[in-house]
């Protein structure tokens, strides 16, 4: 079992930028693959970025490429969303989300066990 909190979300202008921050913290001696989901008001929940553990490969929604960047620090168990660029159809509230891999193909699956409780992103226009 792992445990994930996200912090940094907010309000900011369009145009603007914020960066999120999830902290891993429970299980041990288990890698993860980790993402960035996100859900906007009466819409489904849509894949946003994930990072894999070993070589730090990335994997973007088309409305992610170019403006978001997913990093990690894995001796601080943390993953980062630094969102540029912001619109306000980015806002949504974000979740970090971890799957147990180890290579590095699990960036290409959306099947993840683990969800943070999420933070609100709010882009005004």
């Known amino acids: 079992q792992v445990q994930l909190v996200e912090s940094g979300g907010g309000l900011v202008q369009a145009g603007g930028s914020l960066r999120l921050s999830c902290a891993a913290s429970?299980?041990?001696?288990?890698?993860?693959?980790m993402a960035w989901f996100r859900q906007a008001p009466g819409k489904e929940r849509e894949f946003v970025a994930a990072?894999?553990?070993?070589?730090?490969?990335?994997n973007y929604a088309d409305s992610a490429k170019g403006r978001f960047t997913i990093s990690r620090d894995n001796a601080k168990n943390t993953v980062y969303l630094e969102m540029n660029s912001l619109k306000p159809e980015d806002t949504a509230v974000y979740y970090c989300?971890?799957?147990?891999?180890?290579?590095?193909?699990?960036?290409?699956?959306?099947?993840?066990?683990?969800w943070g409780q999420g933070t609100q992103v709010t882009v005004s226009s």
């Open positions: 429970g299980r041990t001696g288990v890698t993860y693959a």
């Open positions: 990072i894999s553990w070993r070589t730090a490969i990335t």
């Open positions: 989300a971890a799957q147990p891999c180890s290579g590095d193909g699990c960036v290409f699956s959306y099947e993840y066990p683990y």
